[in-house]
């Protein structure tokens, strides 16, 4: 039994405004490649597999061609869960049909738990026991109590996410019993923030929760998981030194924040009750590289890059004012295959500070940034401000867990 795990495709993303549909293609049409040169049979996809709710056409296009394809191949089973991106009714509306390709969709949770526990077989041979746990929204696992603290909180949350794994596997440890079969590997899936990850800045993962402090510790999964395929995450790693516990990684960097990391996929290999992992790295499709420094330093770089084919974040560090910086740098460009997709001018970003620049937008920015320049704006207390942004962070989880496309 080979089991391929992968996460984050986020597709339909893009950086800086630039579409990545060919990055997504070639990506995806390397995982088919991948999936037969190392005789996949289970491909687990942990979450995010669109950027958003409501996906482009294209960004469909891409998820069901691949799903077509994979079938064609020597892969037998597909499992795919939902993200925090997806949105869980959109994943779920062509589950049936899927499960004619093989395919199995877990958008959300159902009122059966046991939904979310699969029996993998071969030719009538079972071959594993999956735990696709979706991402949990607070409201899927938390009761809230009135007058509960933001401490309350969190614990009441990690303790319903911790439940509802020991309830999964106990039910998959149950079947593994019924079928006489103890070597059966049993695999949990999650997509989830767990306690010391590594994340990047500028990488585009969100505080799940409501505090970082909910992040989930190691311990809180189960024992009896022979291996755990985790989605959230974009940099590929190991959770608190346990090998089997593992975020496989986005397979693109996200963002240019990801630009010099190794993208992995993950094979998992169980024969006679016996476990091997191995990392595969994902080729780089497009690349992105970040320069820094003055406008001397910009230059020369451009200089010594000029023959390859790279998007660039240009960040100007200098003490002068250059009211035309972007056309200095274009200018540097022309007849190279570089291609500048951000300019940030730090300078005039910290002269004005509270002003919105030319150079700056609200991309620059993320949700809480902008909420603590408002803070800033109205000279809010620091005591204030602890509740302020905890009750801000609320609403935005609130909001990025609408699932626009529910009835
Ligand atoms: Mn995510």
């Known amino acids: 039994m080979r089991i391929l795990h992968t996460s984050d495709w986020h597709l339909g993303r893009s950086l800086y405004n630039k579409k990545r549909y060919e990055e997504f293609e070639a990506f995806l049409e390397w995982l088919i490649l991948t999936i ?48 925090n991106h997806d949105s869980p009714s959109f994943l779920n509306a ?34 594993a026991i999956i735990c696709a746990v979706p991402y949990l929204r607070d409201r899927d696992v938390r009761v809230a109590e009135p007058g509960e603290t933001i401490d309350d909180k969190n614990a009441n949350l990690i303790e319903g996410i911790s439940q509802h794994y020991g309830e999964v596997s106990r039910l998959a440890e149950q079947k593994r019993e019924d079928l006489g079969n103890p070597k059966l590997p049993i695999i949990g899936m999650g997509h989830l923030f767990t306690a010391g990850g590594k994340t990047l800045d500028g990488d585009g993962v969100r505080e799940l929760y409501i505090g970082a402090l909910t992040h989930v510790h190691a311990d809180k999964f189960p024992a009896s998981f022979d291996y755990i395929a985790l989605g959230h995450l974009h940099v590929p790693q190991i959770v608190d030194k346990k090998e089997h516990i593992r975020y496989s990684g986005s397979p693109l960097p996200i963002g240019f924040g990801e630009a010099s990391q190794e993208k992995k996929v993950i094979i998992i290999e169980f024969s006679e009750g016996l476990r091997k992992i191995e990392e595969i790295t994902v080729p780089v499709f497009q690349k992105l590289l970040r320069i820094s420094g003055s406008i001397e330093d910009i230059i020369e770089r451009i200089e010594e890059l000029k023959l390859e084919s790279a998007w660039l974040e240009i960040e100007y560090k ?23 997709l951000q300019i940030k001018n730090r300078q005039v970003m910290e002269k004005v500070a509270m002003a919105i620049s030319a150079d700056e937008t609200l991309d620059d920015l993320d949700e809480i940034e902008v909420f603590n320049r408002c803070l800033d704006a109205f000279e809010t207390s620091e005591e204030d401000r602890v509740g302020l942004i905890s009750a801000y962070r609320e609403i935005l989880r609130d909001l990025q867990e609408e699932d626009l496309n529910a009835e």
């Open 36 to 83: 037969q040169e190392h005789k996949i049979d289970t491909l687990l996809v942990a979450g995010d597999v669109f950027d958003n709710g409501s996906p482009s056409n294209r960004a469909q296009n891409l998820y069901y061609h691949f799903l077509v394809k994979v079938a064609s191949t020597s892969c037998q089973h597909i499992v795919v869960i939902a993200g």
């Open 318 to 340: 200098g003490k002068d004012i250059i009211p035309n910086l972007r056309q200095v740098i274009d200018e540097a460009l022309v007849a190279t295959s570089l291609e500048s």
């Open 94 to 127: 062509p589950k049936e049909l899927l499960r004619e390709l093989n395919v199995y969709v877990i958008g959300s949770i159902t009122e059966s738990i046991e939904d979310e526990v699969l029996l993998l077989t071969s030719n009538n041979q079972p071959q």
